[in-house]
């Protein structure tokens, strides 16, 4: 990926979002909520990320943000408007997402797929010349070029994950919204990722597993335990060992990282002796 520079930019919109969650509950069920109430405010180019054990609510959360759940009680609200209240086509067009279970053999090639990204967008005319220089850059920046031509269904986890964040980079989304975009990839593209997440000029919100790469990358983490924030802050404030053995029932080593002066985090179970 391309490094250091600021080629993200030219994929963000140029009005990053606010996001506002009221009193949100959502659940399968009217009477029985999964997640819920939840209240916090993300900011304009905020990177939040969201962790919490399997099953937590992570993905009912996000489900509601992009406006796929239609919440039981309280509100999303996109720079003040309940996103309810807006078309979904006006909601695609400035948010973008990233998600787990994506079908992946229409068929399509890779430059396809990720030309799809430029649907919100179009007037309804094809691609013209800009679209596909747009489609190259994207492709470049996610160093996906030399897998362009291939059927989408052929590609390695990681590799199809590279494609599915190509395609959402392509929208120019003012929110990014991503459900564990790292889980196929190997360490470096985890890293280059996440670093490329956290130069992205919109506001982002991010599922992650893995507790060391939210310390290392987000703004603020969200904690979210049975469907509720058991702790939102700074990562050093909202990922501490007793938030995290409340959560996932480990110990946690912490310090700082002597490279980068972020948290460091590992892990060991509880009656696994350290002296
Ligand atoms: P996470 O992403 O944190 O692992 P999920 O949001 O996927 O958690 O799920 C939270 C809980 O809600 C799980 O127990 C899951 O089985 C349940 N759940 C999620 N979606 C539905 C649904 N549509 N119907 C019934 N239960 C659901
Ligand atoms: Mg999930």
Same mark, same amino acid.
């Given at each position: 990926?391309? !490094?250091?520079?600021?080629?993200?930019?030219?994929?963000?919109?140029? /009005?990053?979002?606010?996001?506002?969650?009221?009193?949100?509950? $959502?659940?399968?069920?009217?009477?029985?909520?999964?997640?819920?109430? =939840?209240?916090?405010?993300?900011?304009?180019?905020?990177?939040?990320?969201?962790?919490?054990?399997?099953?937590?609510?992570?993905?009912?959360?996000?489900?509601?943000? *992009? +406006?796929?759940?239609?919440?039981?009680?309280?509100?999303?609200?996109?720079?003040?408007?309940? =996103? $309810?209240?807006?078309?979904?086509?006006?909601?695609?067009?400035?948010?973008?997402?990233?998600?787990?279970?994506?079908?992946?053999?229409?068929?399509?090639?890779?430059?396809? =797929?990720?030309?799809?990204?430029? %649907?919100?967008? +179009?007037?309804? $005319?094809?691609?013209? @010349?800009?679209?596909?220089?747009?489609?190259?850059?994207?492709?470049?920046?996610?160093?996906?070029?030399?897998? #362009?031509?291939?059927?989408?269904? %052929?590609?390695?986890?990681?590799?199809?994950?590279?494609?599915? =964040?190509?395609?959402?980079?392509?929208?120019?989304?003012?929110?990014?919204?991503?459900?564990?975009?790292?889980?196929?990839?190997?360490? +470096?593209?985890?890293?280059?990722?996440?670093?490329?997440?956290?130069?992205?000029?919109? %506001?982002?919100?991010?599922?992650?597993?893995?507790?060391?790469?939210?310390?290392?990358?987000?703004?603020?983490?969200?904690?979210?335990?049975?469907?509720?924030?058991?702790?939102?802050?700074?990562?050093?404030?909202?990922?501490?060992?007793?938030?995290? +053995?409340?959560?996932? #029932?480990?110990?946690?080593?912490?310090?700082?990282?002597?490279?980068?002066? /972020?948290? @460091?985090?590992?892990? *060991?179970?509880?009656?696994?002796? !350290?002296?």
């Amino acid at each position: 990926m391309a !490094q250091g520079d600021n080629s993200a930019d030219r994929f963000t919109g140029d /009005r990053p979002a606010r996001l506002d969650i009221d009193d949100l509950s $959502w659940g399968a069920q009217p009477g029985n909520p999964i997640i819920g109430p =939840i209240s916090l405010a993300i900011q304009p180019g905020e990177m939040l990320a969201l962790v919490g054990p399997n099953g937590a609510g992570k993905s009912s959360l996000l489900r509601c943000l *992009y +406006r796929y759940h239609r919440p039981i009680t309280g509100q999303v609200r996109l720079d003040g408007e309940d =996103i $309810w209240s807006l078309q979904g086509k006006a909601v695609a067009r400035r948010v973008a997402t990233v998600l787990q279970e994506q079908a992946s053999d229409f068929g399509l090639s890779v430059a396809e =797929i990720v030309e799809l990204g430029l %649907t919100p967008h +179009r007037g309804g $005319w094809g691609a013209d @010349r800009a679209d596909h220089e747009a489609v190259e850059a994207v492709l470049t920046l996610m160093e996906l070029s030399h897998l #362009a031509p291939r059927d989408l269904a %052929t590609l390695s986890g990681g590799e199809r994950q590279r494609v599915m =964040i190509a395609r959402a980079l392509l929208q120019k989304p003012d929110l990014l919204i991503l459900d564990e975009p790292t889980n196929h990839l190997d360490i +470096r593209h985890q890293l280059e990722v996440l670093d490329l997440l956290v130069r992205l000029r919109c %506001t982002v919100i991010v599922s992650l597993h893995d507790l060391a790469l939210a310390s290392a990358h987000a703004d603020r983490v969200l904690l979210l335990d049975g469907g509720r924030v058991a702790a939102i802050g700074a990562p050093a404030e909202a990922l501490t060992r007793s938030s995290i +053995r409340a959560a996932f #029932a480990v110990e946690t080593l912490l310090d700082a990282h002597p490279a980068t002066g /972020r948290p @460091r985090l590992s892990f *060991y179970l509880p009656n696994q002796n !350290q002296e």
